[in-house]
């Protein structure tokens, strides 16, 4: 299962992080490409397995997915690329190529305060 292994690094980035901030960890954040493919349940249902009776035990999850970006080859812009159109959205132009799709982030850790 993708989601486990995804869940097994991100448990070891977040708790090797909260060992530095000695602090416990609350929330994460994270973010993929479409292409990416992560299921948000299965992830969260991986994670909480795996952080049982660790500090991480009680993280939430957050999931963004950001959209394709494609680069239009008329007008030279970046946009969302919308798969149901196909199309550029500044010009209307179907002649763009698909730039890399956003790699799986960790964006950011919340820890508890006081
Ligand atoms: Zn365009």
């Known amino acids: 299962m993708h989601e486990m292994s995804v869940a097994q690094n991100l ?6 992080e909260a060992a530095k901030q000695k602090s416990k960890p609350i ?5 993929c490409g479409i292409l990416n493919v992560i299921n948000d349940e ?3 249902e991986a994670f909480s397995a795996i952080s049982k009776g660790t500090s991480c035990e009680s993280i939430r999850l ?14 030279g812009r970046e946009f969302e690329v919308d798969f149901s159109k ?10 763009f190529e698909l ?7 960790l964006e950011e850790i919340e820890f508890e305060t006081g």
Do not use: N, V, W, Y
């Open 27 to 31: 929330k994460a954040k994270i973010s």
């Open 42 to 44: 299965l992830l969260a």
């Open 86 to 95: 196909g199309r550029c959205t500044c010009c209307d132009s179907a002649d």
């Open 11 to 16: 448990m070891a980035t977040i708790s090797a």
């Open 62 to 75: 957050e999931i963004e997915h950001k959209p394709m970006r494609g680069l239009c080859k008329k007008c």
């Open 99 to 105: 730039l890399e799709d956003a790699p799986l982030i």
